[in-house]
């Protein structure tokens, strides 16, 4: 007796059409993509331009892979990659740009920012000019964020005030004073840093953040549950932000809500460190005391 081994149903379609895709996506379709890298690079910028920053980003890829002693593409892959929150392979790109003899104006602020990124420090103050031959209140703010990741506290503050001097709209310059006084226990002085920034930027991302941490801080849970909230709305502080609204819950006493929140971020991040001893201080607090020992331990 045969047996019918294929049939029009929807599941048999669905099999069909993902291994004709499969095949697309592995061998691509035609003879291939015979664009030039200069090509590539147009179509990069004119993605870019149209808030396709992913296309654009592969584009800039296959310019680097077809031309790869080509500096320009290089360099705008790894502002590409920065952009992207993918430091490492920033800082690759772009050192391999300046040794392809790439001519920047920004290029030491751009490498410097990518390895700050990565926390490392020293090496990103190599490549920022001297601070008596500055006049630029972006380069202060890496500066600063250089020195404060050093622990080296005064110079960061001298750095992110003449970025100020430099540039009073500067709500980095303001954020980094912020963090500086905060981390010092210095509250009020952090509010006031923090309150000049948020009037120039209500909707900044960084400040929203910060105003939650000082709101936790003072002990003001719902003023930072608010700022938290608010913060996660932008994909830039969306985990940290929803880390801190843990953080308001575990505080208030909920640790039912603080594990909720925490597996957002395991669900995206399973590995985050912080994430999974919020998970585990979660569990503690509702004694469930195998699952806090199998998150915290781990997360030490």
């Known amino acids: 007796m045969s047996r019918k081994i294929w049939s029009n149903s ?3 379609i669905r099999l069909l059409l ?12 035609g003879c291939g993509d015979k664009r030039t890298a200069e090509e ?3 179509e990069a910028a004119r993605l870019s331009q149209a808030g396709d920053n992913r296309g654009a980003l592969i584009e800039l890829r296959n310019a680097a892979k077809k031309a790869p002693q080509n500096a320009e593409a290089r360099w705008r892959l790894g502002e590409a990659y920065l952009q992207a929150g993918d430091a490492a392979s920033a800082t690759k790109e772009m050192t391999r740009a300046l040794e392809l003899g790439i001519q920047q104006a920004d290029a030491g602020r751009s490498l410097a920012e990518a390895l700050i990124s990565q926390g490392r420090f020293d090496e990103a103050l190599t490549r920022l000019p001297d601070d008596n031959a500055t006049e630029n209140a972006d380069v202060e703010v890496l500066r600063g964020r250089a020195l404060a990741g050093l622990g080296r ?16 709209q500067s709500t980095e ?7 500086i006084a905060l981390t010092a226990g210095e509250v009020q002085r952090a509010t006031g840093y923090l309150d000049r920034g948020l009037s120039i930027a209500p909707n900044d991302p960084q400040l929203l953040y910060l105003k939650g941490e000082i709101g936790l801080s003072s002990g003001d849970i719902a003023s930072a549950m608010t700022a938290f909230e608010k913060a996660q709305l932008d994909p830039e502080t969306e985990l940290i932000a929803l880390l801190g609204q843990a953080r308001g819950q575990l505080a208030s006493g909920d640790p039912d809500t603080a594990r909720s929140i925490t597996s957002r971020v395991l669900e995206q991040s399973p590995n985050h460190p912080l994430a999974n001893y919020l998970f585990g201080l979660a569990e503690f607090q509702a004694e469930h005391y195998d699952g806090a020992r199998s998150r915290l331990l781990p997360a030490r």
């Open 173 to 179: 310059a303001l954020r980094g004073l912020a963090a």
């Open 40 to 42: 590539h690079l147009r």
């Open 18 to 29: 993902s291994v004709g895709l499969s095949f697309v996506i592995s061998f691509g379709a």
């Open 10 to 12: 929807p599941s048999h």
């Open 153 to 168: 506290k005064d110079e960061a503050i001298a750095a992110f005030e003449r970025a100020y001097e430099l540039d009073p």
